[in-house]
């Protein structure tokens, strides 16, 4: 097993009597079914639909004080609580950044478990592991608790790109990418079933239209990665741009109808230079870019 503190992830925390109420009506997913035995992916959407900030959700027990823990981007958490607090208005509910006293560990290849901090199950995909949120001076003992080597940050990086789960910032941007384009759909981070929450209306039609042509798909490559931002070209078309990449595995947001006629033309994906080759994860439940013409 190993285990990462993650340099990148802030911690918000909501409390109080409404604060299941508040948060449901907010975010994209059904915190009633959060427990503290089950996280919940979610988002917090402009009204039109687009992502300010994603964010893991944990319940603590009420033993431990209750109240749920937000595992965001630290370099959001501070967009979060102003956004959360602009909805607060009467809700009894308090809002905390706590990313200068717990940071987040992850911990995969493995299925032990450890007393140490708030630890929770990746609600995306069981195989990205464990998290912790915890003061990051522990980061050590959890790992040795759990029997995990205490790796570098990269480590997780590459894990995370070769299972093809997007992060935000370097695959897609936060304010201009709508949760489709994310992949929230595939890794449960949208309810559609819960009712209201802002930016529902947009994500319902982009939904029940199949309107999503552009998305974060995995890719493969040979040598070094080409650099996060660059264009995905396919002969003279600008097809897409490349994210993170590690180990020959990198990420790319692409137009999924500008890539299929690309493949059905013969024409090899480019980014920097580089080749890519798309690999279809498990996880994808939407048309692929090739699949669809050899079915017909």
């Known amino acids: 097993m190993k285990a990462a503190l993650l ?32 996280a919940s992916f979610a988002a917090l959407l402009t009204p039109q639909g687009k992502l ?4 893991i959700l944990a319940e603590a027990t009420h033993a431990d004080g209750g109240g749920f823990f937000l595992d965001c981007p630290r370099a ?11 909805y607060k208005l009467r809700a009894k509910v308090i809002i905390e950044d706590l990313s200068e006293t717990l940071g987040v560990l992850a911990a995969w290849d493995g299925s032990a478990v450890t007393e140490y ?21 522990l980061a050590g003992a959890a790992a ?25 910032g370097l695959d897609f941007i936060y304010g201009d990418a709508f949760p489709h384009e994310a992949d929230m759909d595939q890794f449960g981070g949208i309810d559609f079933d819960k009712g209201c929450f802002v930016g529902q209306e947009v994500v319902s039609r982009i ?36 994210g993170s990449g590690a180990e020959g595995r990198g990420l790319a947001l692409l137009r999924l109808d500008r890539a299929a006629e690309a493949l059905a033309a013969g024409e090899r994906l480019v980014a920097g230079g580089v080749e890519l080759r798309l690999v279809k994860p498990a996880w994808a439940q939407f048309a692929w870019p090739g699949e669809a013409k050899a079915a017909e």
């Open 7 to 38: 340099p990148d992830r802030g911690v918000v925390k909501v409390d109080g009597d409404d604060a299941r109420k508040f948060l449901n009506g907010l975010v994209t997913s059904d915190i009633a079914k959060v427990t503290p035995d089950a």
């Open 52 to 55: 300010i900030v994603d964010f």
């Open 76 to 86: 959001l958490a501070p967009t979060l609580l102003q956004r959360l607090n602009f």
């Open 117 to 137: 901090g708030l630890c929770y199950r990746d609600p995306r995909l069981a195989s990205l592991g464990l998290r912790c949120m915890l003061p990051p001076h």
């Open 144 to 168: 040795a608790d759990l029997g995990a080597d205490l790796v570098d940050a990269a480590a997780y990086e590459a894990h995370r790109i070769a299972l093809g789960a997007p992060r935000g």
């Open 207 to 242: 939904e029940h239209r199949g309107t999503a042509r552009t998305r974060v798909v995995p890719v493969a490559f040979e040598g070094f990665a080409p650099e996060a931002g660059v264009p995905v070209s396919a002969g003279e078309r600008t097809v897409g741009t490349f």
